[in-house]
């Protein structure tokens, strides 16, 4: 092969990796911004969990889709056009016309079709607008035929659904209102306005000469004798359709949603109606929105909840987007380097046409991997979609004198999150004597366990399905778990991260991210305190992760999130006072001081004390050892203590091996004590000492 074939097949390459990339990267971001935050971690874990065998039957589907078209577009062509295209030609049409026919609303991208025929094979106006109605509206009839054989079904099974009547009747109104106006109309209809001196002329005069020669290709259609065959291409179409589609649904229901249906004609009805939704006149960028939402009314009547309506809608819209734009990015190159739509200009020497073409290549391929990488890292910070290897125990290591010493003056307990039996449990290790018992067994996640100031209980959250990443902030319940009965206790939905008010009889939780709520335990009556953009002075989108109420009610220490990245200490009327970056803000007992986790120590992370007056911050703790990248501190009910996480590597909170320590404050750092050997996950510890 000689530099010139192999500079060109290479630029192509480049070409189309770069416009793949570029379209798959614009999808995501058009997904991630039809969907509320709440959607994204389960959908990705639902996409995820998408079995490679359904991507590629859907892959295949979607080529026998296009091989028919492409048979189909050559049929009616032939009938209108001396001198049609290939077969392989009218391939790349089909499949590029897959890509744009849902780009734009009212199936506008349809116009694509005629664009490259017209353009870049000659074939005539009137040929491709022909051959295009007579498509759609057979399109149409295949689907008439498949509701009808969807109430042949129900009418010896289930029973028949009137609804089904209903779209059935208003398709055939459709039909025969395209036929008509395809046929007799257009004919008749152009013939007298070229009677009309305003039809002769000018503009309208060109167009009324376009359609009375579109009608005439129409004519020839009808009259060529292929209207069975159309038929059963179409059939062939709308089945390959569907059953892709199928394949898909069930990959994306099948690991994730097992109470969801997936009868074929339930899923024909959703996808039938999603369909229809992305065909609708609405301003939507590849259909993102309408298609959900008609495919979710579908579900929804059929029995699924909202939320698992959306997350398969969008799951399945994003896959099958994917591959559409995927292969019809490789086609609409393909086209363009075959019928030279890509050479710049007819002088240019073949040298610097192929140098020009390789840079711009080149660039667009950096273009669309870097706009790639962007979303698939936006799309990382939903956090780690699998539940962490449980770990094994490590060999204890004796500490040293004072070290073990000071132990014997913390009576009480430590409670944490570890995943060292599966996913998530609560553990407690009591003190001084550490003694590891196990508090939960639910086979879901939990987290961030809360001591009641009394001692006697716990808070924690439980996620809503077997893994969630704390990253998600919303997939949480709020549990009590009483430490003497061991009895647990529903206390809020869609809560998470809970602390306790001061007497103990109330609780303050997260909802939905950007939400403070209170619940009273006696009554189970909830107030939301702080709501960012309603009574918080931020922007809706903000979340307020890990809050913190002060003793008394009236203030909320918070690490701000998702827009706005600093700690900021928030008053009831809503005021935002910045505390600094950092996260993990905290109270410490009788709200004398602050305490956080910001960058500084030896592995970046370091405590540092606040004054609540003037946010003035002092080193803390640092620890000196290989265990320095420090997390999750809590300051003992006295304040004599401080328990933490640390990592020797590794930053993720719920997968990393963290260890719990143990430091008496105003202490050397050097005598924290290590409470935890395992190498799994340990988190958010808490602790409680007895006066």
Not at 285 to 299: K, P, R, V, W
Not at 564 to 570: C, F, K, L, W
Request: net charge neutral.
């Amino acid at each position: 092969m000689n530099k010139a074939v192999f500079s060109t097949n290479f630029s192509h390459i480049l070409l189309s990796a770069g416009v793949s990339g570029m379209l798959i990267a614009v999808l995501i971001h058009a997904a991630t911004s039809s969907a509320e935050p709440s959607v994204w971690p389960s959908l990705v874990a639902a996409l995820t969990g998408v079995p490679l065998l359904m991507v590629v039957l859907y892959c295949a589907a979607v080529l026998v889709r296009s091989v028919l078209g492409a048979f189909r577009y050559g049929l009616l062509l032939k009938s209108s056009e001396p001198d049609p295209p290939g077969f392989f030609h009218l391939l790349l049409v089909t499949v590029s016309r897959n890509m744009f026919v849902d780009m734009l609303p009212a199936r506008l991208g349809e116009l694509s079709y005629i664009a490259m025929l017209n353009r870049g094979y000659s074939v005539s106006a009137q040929s491709c607008l022909s051959s295009l109605a007579i498509s759609f509206v057979f399109d149409l009839v295949a689907l008439s035929v498949m509701i009808a054989g969807i109430i042949l079904y129900q009418l010896l099974t289930i029973g028949l659904q009137l609804w089904v009547i209903g779209v059935l009747g208003m398709l055939i109104v459709v039909i025969a209102t395209l036929l008509f106006f395809l046929f007799p109309f257009l004919e008749y209809g152009t013939t007298l306005l070229a009677r009309t001196s305003w039809g002769s002329r000018g503009l309208a005069g060109r167009i009324v000469a376009l359609l009375r020669k579109t009608a005439t290709a129409l004519q020839q259609t009808r009259k060529a004798g292929i209207l069975g065959r159309l038929l059963l291409l179409s059939l062939g179409i709308r089945l390959s359709k569907y059953l892709g589609l199928y394949c898909l649904f069930f990959g994306v229901v099948a690991t994730h949603f097992a109470d969801i249906s997936t009868h074929p004609v339930s899923v024909l009805i959703a996808l039938v109606s999603a369909e229809a939704g992305a065909s609708l006149p609405v301003p939507t960028f590849m259909s993102f929105g309408t298609y959900e939402a008609t495919g979710m009314l579908a579900m929804v009547a059929l029995g699924a909840s909202r939320s698992a309506s959306l997350v398969i809608m969008l799951g399945l819209h994003i896959l099958s987007q994917i591959v559409d734009y995927t292969l019809g990015g490789i086609a609409l190159i393909t086209f363009l380097v075959r019928t030279g739509s890509l050479h710049l200009h007819k002088g240019a020497s073949f040298l610097a046409l192929n140098k020009r073409y390789l840079l711009v290549s080149f660039f667009l391929f950096c273009g669309g991997m870097l706009f790639l990488a962007v979303q698939i890292k936006g799309l990382q910070k939903q956090g780690s979609l699998v539940a962490p290897d449980s770990g094994e125990v490590v060999p204890v290591e004796q500490n040293e004198g004072l070290n073990e010493n000071f132990l014997n003056e913390a009576e009480g307990f430590v409670v944490w999150s570890s995943n060292r039996f599966g996913n998530h449990d609560i553990l407690k290790l009591t003190l001084p004597g550490r003694e590891i018992v196990r508090l939960t067994t639910h086979p879901h996640t939990e987290y961030y366990p809360r001591i009641a100031p009394d001692g006697r209980r716990i808070v924690f959250a439980r996620s809503q399905q077997p893994w969630v990443s704390q990253r998600n902030y919303y997939a949480w319940d709020i549990y009590l778990l009483d430490l003497e009965s061991g009895v647990e206790q529903l206390v809020a939905e869609n809560g998470n991260v809970p602390t306790w008010s001061a007497d103990g009889g109330k609780i303050y939780f997260q909802r939905e991210g950007n939400q403070v709520v209170e619940i009273d335990l006696l009554s189970g009556s909830e107030k939301v305190l702080f709501h960012s953009g309603v009574n918080v002075q931020v922007p809706g989108s903000v979340i307020l992760q890990t809050p913190m109420v002060s003793g008394d009610g009236t203030l909320l220490a918070v690490t701000l999130r998702e827009g706005r990245r600093e700690t900021a200490v928030i008053d009831s009327e809503g005021n935002v006072r910045s505390v600094g970056g950092g996260c993990q803000l905290s109270w410490g007992p009788g709200d004398e001081y602050l305490y956080a986790i910001d960058h500084g120590g030896r592995k970046q992370n370091a405590v540092y004390k606040i004054n609540p007056a003037g946010f003035q911050r002092e080193l803390w703790f640092d620890a000196p050892g290989e265990y320095s990248h420090e997390y999750f501190p809590r300051v003992s009910n006295d304040g004599r203590f401080l328990v933490y996480g640390a990592s020797s590597e590794g930053h993720e909170h719920d997968t990393a091996d963290y260890e719990i320590f143990l430091w008496r404050t105003g202490s050397p750092w050097t005598e924290a004590v290590r409470l935890t050997y395992h190498t799994g996950n340990d988190c958010w510890p808490d602790i409680f000492l007895r006066e």
